[in-house]
């Protein structure tokens, strides 16, 4: 009985932790722009070799498709000499910008695995137990510095399946 409260808390928190962020961020209503951030984004081509998306730290109107910067007062001046897939560059950006920070949270935990399995090796003194601790401390930051390596390549297959190069 006491099993099934806890896990229906834990199950209602998860829920409202999912939920109630997706509720607010609707209230505001769909962006109108994004900011293009990442120079692998900026660099797409398309067939006829002209730009598929706008230059990095400029921003692409979705509904336009048009290149814009952003002035002072916060207000947008655009260019609608060309026009840009604008959907497919904040999607690519967006790609770029998640594999990053978990290319970044991946490898920095992946080095602290590998110092506490090392200071466990070396400190072992004979233990097998302890050496087998930072032996399994040491490949399971292997296998983290693999996914990592694996989250860079993600961007390269997005663009493969939504058929950008």
């Not at 806890?6 to 609707?26: K, R």
């Not at 900011?35 to 706008?54: E, F, G, L, N, W």
């Amino acid at each position: 009985m006491n099993k099934k409260i806890i896990l229906s808390l834990i199950a209602f928190v998860a829920l409202v932790g999912i939920i109630a962020p997706v509720a607010v961020f609707a209230q505001s209503g769909a962006p109108e722009q994004c900011k293009i951030t990442k120079d692998a984004v900026a660099d797409q081509k398309r067939v006829d070799k002209s730009d598929m998306c706008p230059s990095k730290d400029s921003y692409c109107q979705f509904d336009k498709g048009y290149k814009g910067t952003k002035n002072d007062d916060g207000t947008f001046t655009w260019d609608d000499s060309v026009k840009y897939d604008c959907g497919l560059c904040c999607l690519l950006n967006s790609v770029y910008t998640v594999t990053d920070w978990i290319f970044l949270f991946l490898m920095a935990l992946s080095a602290l695995m590998i110092i506490i399995g090392a200071f466990n090796y070396v400190t072992s003194a004979g233990n097998p137990e302890k050496t087998k601790t930072g032996r399994d401390f040491i490949m399971y930051a292997a296998i983290g510095i693999a996914i990592a390596l694996f989250a860079k390549a993600i961007p390269a297959i997005v663009k493969m399946m939504i058929g950008m190069n």
